[in-house]
């Protein structure tokens, strides 16, 4: 039986430059990239619904975002990050400085999704995987998520 808890790595870019993905990405990535426009009537919507919560987003939010996650490309029981931030990473063109690029409005960064069943642990973050962070100047949020067994009952 095959386990109910899935891990997978989000790679974000924010920018307000409609063209900011093709300066970071290898050109075949470009066009399977999610994308949210912060102006569109859908996210403004969101954003009342949030604040009306008493949830504030950045006020400095650049206007677009796009994610690439490897939810199809890495076996979702892989629990070493390192596997999945490095497959993300290797689609960046060659040559590009991200803490470059950030410097000129283009925001990157990773969050890591752990779906585990309330009994602790979390991912291991080895010196490789510290190594690979810091050459590329980009950030790891891990977040924590309970997940059900497959037969709908709970975890605990």
């Known amino acids: 039986r095959r386990r109910a808890m899935r891990y997978y790595c989000t790679f974000f870019l924010r920018s307000d430059e409609i063209n900011a993905p093709s300066k970071i990405f290898v050109p075949d990535v470009v066009d399977a990239l999610d994308f949210d426009d912060n102006l569109s009537a859908a996210r403004l919507a969101s954003a ?11 006020s400095d939010l650049p206007r677009y975002v796009w994610y690439l996650d490897t939810r199809d490309e890495v076996d ?3 629990i070493d990050p390192f596997v999945h931030v490095s497959w993300l ?4 063109k ?3 400085s991200l803490a470059e690029e950030n ?3 283009i925001e990157s960064s990773l969050g890591f999704y752990w779906g585990g069943n309330g009994t602790g642990g979390g991912p291991y973050i080895s010196v490789r ?3 690979l962070l810091v050459r590329h100047q980009i950030n790891l ?3 924590f998520y309970y997940e059900e067994y497959e037969n709908d009952t709970n975890a605990a």
């Not at 990473?89 to 960046?92: A, G, Q, V």
């Open 103 to 105: 410097r000129n409005g």
């Open 129 to 131: 995987l510290a190594e």
């Open 141 to 143: 949020d891990v977040g």
């Open 94 to 96: 060659p040559g590009v």
């Open 76 to 78: 979702p029981d892989e």
């Open 89 to 92: 990473l290797s689609k960046l």
């Open 48 to 58: 009342q619904r949030l604040q009306a919560m008493g949830l504030i987003k950045r």
